[in-house]
């Protein structure tokens, strides 16, 4: 696999910001300068102008920001047991996962959190 050559780009006659733009009659990505239009072809290793790159750890996605039992606008349940306590009232929030849609529950006694696949 080629090096790619990443980072800013500059104006050789005026040191200003080269930003990417396509040639569409040529099919081809060029960087220009907006100053004083000078122009010059992407290297092909350069295709790539963007990269966004996201890591989701497992354990990231049941942390809790704040206490949901306090959060009057989230729906309740009393048709499930807690694991640690055996409450029978909990929060849920629902979410889209690879394995269908969970539900995150969070006990309003004893705070546990757990999650259930539908």
């Given at each position: 696999?080629?090096?790619?050559?990443?980072?800013?780009?500059?104006?050789?006659?005026?040191?200003d910001l080269l930003y990417p733009r396509e040639d569409k009659e040529r099919r081809v990505l060029e960087y220009y300068c907006k100053t004083c239009n000078y122009c010059v072809q992407a290297d092909p290793s350069e295709w790539c102008v963007y990269v966004h790159a996201t890591v989701v750890d497992e354990k990231d996605k049941i942390t809790t920001l704040y206490d949901v039992t306090a959060d009057p606008t989230l729906p309740r349940t009393?048709?499930?047991r807690c694991p640690r306590c055996n409450h029978n009232e909990a929060v849920f929030v629902s979410e889209p996962t690879e394995q269908g849609m969970t539900l995150y529950f969070h006990c309003i006694a004893c705070k546990e959190k757990w999650r259930d696949y539908v």
């Open positions: 696999m080629a090096s790619r050559k990443r980072g800013l780009k500059f104006c050789p006659e005026t040191n009393r048709d499930v």
